[in-house]
């Protein structure tokens, strides 16, 4: 089965742009989550999303936004990108009846210049 | 809101010696605990998980972890690393069934030396 698939592998911004990142989860996995994570430093909760509802969000700006599709793929925005938004963006998803477990994708590396 | 330590930042260990590395959580109720590793450019693999029960959990590749409520423990261990082992590893705590606000603890990485 394929795991956890996230789209682009590299992307490079200038400052103030605006970037969508794609996640496809594990086939049958109704619930998604986004982390960012800082080089050198863990990955930090900032979405969850579960049948298309936001389930949980963590503190970061009303920059970040985020959405799940009726196929249970998720997109990932940031607007208005500053130097600190740099980061590897993670994406998980969680099967139903185990959304306790996330499974991770190889993450999307986001360079703002 | 829940939290994690992992006290050590580094850990250089040889070849077919064992391995601690430790986690100290922070969390009122009853946590939900995971251990990750990374590979250089990767996503995070599930090692393990402990919710309930038994407090010696296995995980894959060889990998165990202890919970101890009294230390606000999950230390993860392995008899005899490979050098394949190298990587960082993170420990989480979520608050929950729902899982959705998990926090990793800032990662420990691991070098193997021959």
């Known amino acids: 089965d394929a795991g956890v698939t996230q789209s682009p592998t590299h992307l490079i911004k200038t400052r103030g742009q605006h970037v969508t990142l794609r996640c496809s989860p594990i086939?049958?996995?109704?619930?998604v989550s986004w982390y960012q994570q800082v080089l050198g430093q863990g990955p930090q909760f900032i979405f969850q999303?579960?049948?298309?509802?936001?389930?949980g969000r963590g503190n970061f700006p009303d920059r970040f936004s985020a959405r799940q599709f009726p196929n249970y793929s998720s997109e990932l925005n940031v607007n208005a990108l500053l130097l600190g938004d740099s980061a590897l963006y993670l994406c998980?998803?969680?099967?139903?009846?185990?959304?306790?477990?996330?499974?991770f994708g190889p993450g999307t590396r986001l360079t703002v210049l | 809101a829940q939290s994690v330590t992992q006290p050590d930042i580094h850990i250089t260990v040889s070849e077919g010696a064992s391995l601690e590395l430790r986690c100290n959580y922070s969390y009122g109720a009853t946590p939900y605990l995971f251990w990750y590793v990374q590979s250089p450019g990767q996503g995070l693999q599930l090692l393990l998980k402990?919710?309930?029960?038994?407090?010696l959990v296995q995980g894959i590749k060889g990998f165990e972890a202890e919970f101890k409520r009294s230390q606000s423990s999950f230390n993860l261990r392995k008899p005899s690393v490979h050098w394949s082992d190298a990587a960082e590893y993170f420990c989480?705590?979520?608050?929950?069934?729902?899982?959705?606000?998990?926090?990793f603890g800032a990662g420990t990485r691991l070098t193997v030396k021959p």
């Open positions: 989480a705590v979520g608050a929950g069934i729902l899982n959705n606000d998990m926090r």
């Open positions: 086939s049958g996995h109704k619930s």
């Open positions: 999303y579960y049948e298309k509802e936001e389930r």
């Open positions: 402990y919710f309930s029960g038994d407090t």
């Open positions: 998980a998803s969680s099967p139903p009846g185990s959304t306790d477990t996330q499974y």
